[in-house]
């Protein structure tokens, strides 16, 4: 399992050389990702993707529970009040549930994609001003290492939190 900690720094260069430290600590590249105001150029670095820009992976898992609710609730009436002259079985309801579930991952994900993540809400008014945010997803046991490593190289990286779970696609 992996931790996500947030590390806000004044520029470019500086992300570049926590990175640099991070890869000789063993933390993949693919793990560390920023993220700046636009037009930012962030050249050697991976930027974060839409995945941890925006609320799609919470969109599409409130969806996928709802839906799927949604799913069996249609599913059950559906067997208790079947149309005339079908007999449906109560893998109906498995079947609702499923398309129900889907359906409502996939609408849900797409609104979500369009609204800006809100765990990086306290971050905005940083990165409006021109720092840039490290996100770093660590093994759980190499969380406070990491973030002493960090403090005791850079002590211009501020701190900025940990995250206790990180989803588990991005």
């Known amino acids: 399992m992996r931790r996500r900690l947030y590390f806000m720094v004044p520029d470019v260069t500086s992300a570049r050389q926590i990175r640099d430290e991070l890869l000789l600590a063993r933390i993949e590249d693919g793990h560390i990702h920023v993220m700046a105001r636009d037009g930012v150029p962030l050249p050697g ?10 609320d799609f992976v919470h969109g599409a898992e409130t969806g996928l529970a709802v839906g799927g609710g949604i799913g069996i609730i249609a599913g059950l009436v559906a067997v208790a009040f079947p149309p005339a002259g079908v007999d449906l079985q109560l893998v109906t309801i498995l079947l609702t549930a499923l398309i129900g579930a889907a359906f409502g991952a996939w609408v849900a994900s797409m609104v979500a994609s369009a609204i800006p993540n809100s765990r990086l809400k306290a ?13 770093v997803d660590a093994p759980a ?19 900025s939190g940990i995250e206790p779970t990180i989803p588990a696609f991005p």
């Open 45 to 54: 670095l991976h930027e974060a993707s839409i995945l941890q820009k925006t």
């Open 123 to 135: 971050f905005e008014s940083a990165i409006a001003a021109g720092h840039i945010l490290m996100m």
């Open 141 to 159: 046991g190499r969380v406070d290492e990491i973030r002493k490593r960090v403090a005791t190289c850079h002590p211009e990286a501020m701190n």
